[in-house]
């Protein structure tokens, strides 16, 4: 049956969308968001640099702005990120060992104090993995290890102990030595009382490269007592038809739904016209807004 808005459908999991204030001008995209979607996450403005461009000169402008928005469309946020190796203002890339932990600890402090009981889910850690499960060279391993991780965690649920704490990664939707080396840090952090909720899986994908064992990981991470969510997806048209673009987009949505503890999927972006995958058609809506095949497939498999 065809519902007017992905939304109406979305009662098990939440739908939601990227959105950036930047493109507030354009009314389609304000009006296709606010009927579409349940659910957003800021693309980019509440990321380290975007809030504390200078050290404690905070600068909340369009966070708020995404927040507003969200509040009035009766949309839950999810808020991204506070610890990752990118999108980091040059200052903090400065400061190393007690001075930078404790920038750390502030930086987390603050912008979840800000936002405290607005946030469904807060991305504590972004992509601290490497492709083969080992952990990445950041400024944060380098100076401390994994001990960041948990000291980030304990630091965001001090300051919202409402909100669920994820940690977030691309490349780990199958079972592979990335979302394995995941695994592992997960049960262990788990194992030591750190308060971590929830495994986000961005899944950037392409069409004819959805893995089958999706569903699977999922239910890897839900054993464990976490719930679990799509956070970013995406899927290039990798030079197929717009057909199996939406069957791709269908089988994400069903891997989700039929894992009891997946509570979501966002899209990284809902139109064409401002994706951060510039040429590959990834979004269910083209850049003139028209809605894809996609669009109904979501709508059907919610
Ligand atoms: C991307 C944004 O979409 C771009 O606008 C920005 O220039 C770079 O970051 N993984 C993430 C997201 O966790 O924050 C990234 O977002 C995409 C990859």
């Known amino acids: 049956s065809i519902a007017a808005h992905l939304k109406d459908n979305a009662n098990q999991i939440y739908i939601g969308t990227a959105l950036s204030p930047s493109h507030f001008s354009d009314a389609q995209y304000q009006s296709i968001a606010a009927a579409e979607f349940n659910s957003l996450t800021p693309e980019n403005e509440m990321k380290w640099d975007a809030v504390e461009p200078s050290q404690g000169n905070y600068n909340y402008g369009q966070a708020d702005q995404l927040v507003q928005f969200a509040q009035q469309n009766g949309m839950k946020i999810r808020g991204h990120t506070l610890v990752w190796h990118s999108q980091v203002p040059g200052w903090v890339n400065g400061l190393s060992g007690d001075t930078l932990h404790q920038v750390m600890i502030d930086h987390i402090t603050n912008e979840v104090t800000r936002y405290k009981g607005s946030i469904y889910a807060w991305d504590v850690v972004n992509e601290m993995f490497n492709e083969d499960g080992s952990y990445r060279q950041s ?164």
């Open 139 to 302: 400024i944060w391993y380098n100076n401390f290890q994994t001990q960041f991780v948990a000291d980030a965690f304990t630091a965001a649920a001090a300051a919202d102990p409402g909100a669920k704490l994820y940690i977030n990664d691309y490349n780990i939707e199958s079972i592979n030595g990335k979302s394995t080396g995941l695994l592992n840090l997960v049960t262990q952090l788990k194992s030591q009382g750190v308060p971590i909720h929830g495994v986000g899986f961005q899944a950037h994908l392409a069409v004819g490269q959805i893995p089958s064992d999706l569903a699977a990981n999922l239910q890897r991470f839900t054993a464990l007592g976490l719930e679990v969510a799509i956070t970013e997806l995406d899927i290039k048209q990798n030079g197929q038809s717009q057909d199996a673009q939406a069957q791709a987009y269908t089988q994400v949505i069903n891997a989700c739904t039929s894992t009891s503890g997946c509570v979501g999927v966002t899209i990284w972006g809902f139109t064409d016209k401002y994706s951060w995958i510039s040429s590959d058609n990834a979004c269910p809506w083209d850049g003139n807004y028209q809605a894809k095949p996609a669009v109904s497939a979501i709508e059907q498999a919610l």
